[in-house]
């Protein structure tokens, strides 16, 4: 089915009285609660209105008035409480709706819902049916609508802004303006088409099309060039905590999360599974796995677990490499080496290659990782006490791609050295910096949580440069949806210049139309019924 703007409402309106559908939902949450909020949408919300007030007439229209809800079937009391009318078109729907606001017992919601079924035309909604009807019926764009649905999934508050942004139409507005912009490009390459040749219009009109549909690919690319930040900030950073067994990533992520989420215990080996658990850490969303410490093993399942854990780092956004602090210091890594010696135990570990661009992975040192002493290999001679410069305070990734010292195979890695309460005074002296490792490195002990604060202001810092800043003067991409279709319709773009450039301007307008049909799949202008299903169906019942 087509749909346009223009076209919704009248669509609605034949559908709605084809069917004289209206639906009914608890849209408050389920369980018990001080008040519930049952809502009608339809034809036969005013009917149900009266029924159940048992008035001939209707309440004013948005005014909460305080009423007897009664039982058509038996004319018997059901509960008392505030209704509330609203006529269409000025209603979320757009079409008549009620709202019973009555005590949240179970058994009132349910004597509510068993009376609102009985009625003549009125059937449950579906997930999604209310926000779907607000669509079809012009209140409310395709992505304002996605918006919707994630402020109700919103678990933080980023997610919160990043949603009610969305929802308000400050995304939809962008792709609304590309798309008017296309479509005055597409007139004057028509007109381009049309008019005779001797007539002065045609080259104009070709020159600002052109000047134009470059102007907008430019800032379509630039929009996809978002590093990912607002899928990421809707669907959680995927942290991976990885490291040799017994370092303490089960301990680590037990602070982090602030429960035994993990099993801890001195046995190397304890944790087998990825141990995954969402948090809200500084008002962003994190997915953070603990993974099965990394080593070469006969045991099948820990083989197993071995091979979840690289393919969670592989995946993840950020790694944790956990290291323990006694086995750092015996290192005889010289002071200038560090992020050698990282990227070296990185690969005895068998952590995925996909940020280690400088490393050669073809032959990874199994021998060095089955002897048990690849902590202990670099047989260099240890750097003066001097030189070194351990760093407690965290040194954010900023900085050092500021300073160049970055190393580009580290990027998305945080080093964490763990149980610094075993080391000496003298011993913590011989620990790497963040400088010194080409990327940030934070001392901490589980035991005693020193570091810990350093290493959650880093971990804060990567996360929301991650995920972008949810007010920022232009807001970010939130779904792959729409990345799929901008990238189409970027390729149309460009394609016309192309085609331009050949002179063939009937393909060049071929192009244009390809991109608004892009540009419209995303705000819900053109063809979107195949598309309507997937968005509607993450709603919950009532929205
Ligand atoms: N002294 C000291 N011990 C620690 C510290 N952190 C963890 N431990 C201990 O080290 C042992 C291993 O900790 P885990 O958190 O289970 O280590 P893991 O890396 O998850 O181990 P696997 O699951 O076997 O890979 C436990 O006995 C912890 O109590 C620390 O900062 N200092
Ligand atoms: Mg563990």
Redesign the pocket.
């Known amino acids: 089915m087509r749909l346009t703007l223009r076209s919704k409402s009248t669509l609605f309106q034949s559908y709605s009285t084809k069917t004289g559908s209206t639906v009914f939902a608890l849209s408050s949450g389920h369980g018990r609660c001080g008040v519930a909020v049952i809502r009608v949408s339809g034809p036969s919300s005013s009917e149900a209105v009266k029924t159940l007030c048992g008035k001939t007439k209707l309440p004013h229209p948005r005014l909460a008035s305080l009423q007897r809800l009664i039982d058509p079937s038996t004319s018997e009391v059901i509960d008392r409480g505030i209704v509330l009318w609203f006529p269409g078109p000025a209603s979320f729907t757009g079409e008549d709706c009620a709202e019973f606001h009555v005590h949240g017992g179970t058994a009132v919601v349910t004597a509510i819902l068993d009376a609102l079924g009985s009625l003549p035309g009125l059937h449950h909604a579906a997930p999604g049916d209310f926000a779907r009807r607000a669509f079809l019926n012009g209140k409310m764009g395709l992505t304002e609508v996605e918006g919707l649905g994630d402020l109700i999934n919103a678990e933080t508050e980023a997610q919160r802004r990043q949603a009610i942004r969305q929802m308000e139409g400050d995304l939809g507005n962008i792709y609304s303006d590309w798309r008017n912009r296309i479509l005055k490009c597409l007139a004057n390459v028509e007109a381009f088409i049309d008019f005779d040749e001797e007539e002065n219009i045609e080259e104009d009109a070709m020159k600002i099309a052109t000047v134009e549909v470059e102007k907008v690919s430019k800032e379509v690319e630039h929009h996809l060039a978002d590093n990912r930040r607002g899928e990421r900030l809707r669907e959680g950073v995927h942290v991976a905590i990885i490291?040799a067994?017994?370092?303490?990533?089960?301990?680590l992520l037990n602070m982090l999360c602030r429960r035994p989420a993990a099993i801890?215990?001195?046995?190397?080996?304890?944790?087998r599974d990825v141990v995954e658990t969402a948090i809200n850490f500084t008002g962003y969303p994190v997915l953070l796995s603990?993974t099965?410490?990394l080593r070469e093993t006969t045991d099948i399942i820990e083989k197993e677990g071995v091979k979840r854990a690289l393919d969670r780092a592989q995946k993840a956004d950020l790694k944790v490499l956990?290291m323990d602090a006694t086995n750092v210091i015996n290192t005889k890594s010289p002071h200038s080496k560090w992020s050698e010696y990282i990227l070296d135990h990185m690969v005895c570990l068998g952590i995925p290659a996909t940020t280690l661009q400088n490393f050669d992975q073809s032959s990874p040192n199994t021998e060095y990782m089955n002897s048990g002493q690849f902590l202990e290999t670099k047989k260099s001679s240890s750097p003066p006490a001097q030189d070194m410069h351990p760093d407690q305070e965290s040194v954010s990734r900023e900085v050092l791609d500021q300073s160049g010292d970055e190393d580009p195979a580290l990027n998305s890695v945080i080093v964490a050295i763990?149980?610094s309460?075993?080391l000496s005074e003298k011993e913590r002296t011989l620990l790497p910096s963040s400088k010194d490792a080409k990327c940030p490195v934070c001392i901490l002990?589980?035991?005693t949580s020193e570091g810990l604060d350093a290493f959650t202001a880093l971990l804060a810092d990567q996360v929301k440069d991650l995920c972008g800043d949810p007010l920022a003067s232009s807001p970010t991409l939130t779904q792959v949806r729409h990345r799929a279709h901008l990238k189409l319709c970027h390729q149309h773009l460009v394609r016309y210049q192309s085609h331009v450039s050949s002179q063939n301007t009937v393909l060049a307008a071929e192009a244009l139309r390809r991109a608004l049909r892009e540009l419209g799949q995303i705000t819900g202008t053109v063809s979107v019924e195949d598309v309507l299903d997937v968005i509607f169906k993450d709603f919950c019942i009532g929205k």
């Open positions: 490291g067994p017994n370092v303490g990533k089960s301990s801890v215990s001195p046995i190397a080996g304890t944790t603990d099965a410490g956990m763990n149980k309460d075993l002990s589980c035991s």
